[in-house]
């Protein structure tokens, strides 16, 4: 295969690319930046209000509350997608047949659409008729657990996190599964010899191998629920009250149902932000704890080098 040599090549394949990204996403994001520092309805003349905004939205009760209620969605979806997805991948490289026809089949949510799994949700949740989880709490005797999962302020939130969390298990199942079985068999095989039982070859060989690929997808997976809303804006749109609002959901009616297109724009401003620190910190922690693991090592080698000196 030949190998592009002139500049101007490279240029022309990226250019395309380049231009999509620019228009789709540093267009919007930097006219969110601009609309931050205005007032403005969508209609009329936009009035510069400087950082009044951003002053009122640490002053919002409904921005706080949206904050927690995002952190709390954000802790159940990264759980459910990340520790069943990894799960079921482990579990997946054990299967000797039909490895395909089950991906498939763990896959298919990712690509139904967002109605679809929203409107599948709420017949699961619903009281009148009888949803299929009430029918299972009564089919097992636990009939003071059935409630009305989507109206109820202590089940409501919960309840809109866990589509988000079950949607995306597929997506990462085949991610972790690519990576477990790209490694080289001969490595735990060696534990083996030694006496090594399947778990510590998982924690101690598998995981720490795949650390790149976990660093990923839990990058993937935070942001990601960072800027949840289209689940939880169709099962509720952020009630009953506020008990389900998410700062996306939040951002929504401040720009498109209030027409307060400045504060929605900075509010938008915040989540991008927040997905950037949230970034920044998780990069950080798994470099340091590689660096820990890298420190340990060493001395280990020393200290064995110098046990077989003496």
Known sequence: MGVIRDKKAY????LPGLLFYLFSVFYPIEESIRLSFMSWNGIGERKFVGLDNYIFMFKDSVFFSSFINNLIYLLIAVTIQLSVGLLFAILLTYLKKHVTLVKTLYYIPCIVTTVAVAQMFRSIYSTQPEGLLNQILNFLGLNGLVTSWLT???????????PEGWRFIGMYMVIFYAALISLDPEVYEAAKIDGASELQILFKIKLPMIKDILLLTLTMCITGALRGFDIPFLLT?????????LLSTYMYKQAFSNNNYGYGSALAVFIIIESMIVVALIRHLFKEKAGRQGLGKMLLRKIHRGAQND
Not at 155 to 161: F, G, K, N, P, R
Not at 237 to 245: D, I, M, R, V, Y
């Open 152 to 162: 109820n302020l202590s089940t409501v939130l919960t309840a809109v996190s866990i």
């Open 237 to 245: 749109s952020g009630g009953p009250g506020n008990a389900s609002e």
């Open 11 to 14: 240029l022309v394949f990226l």
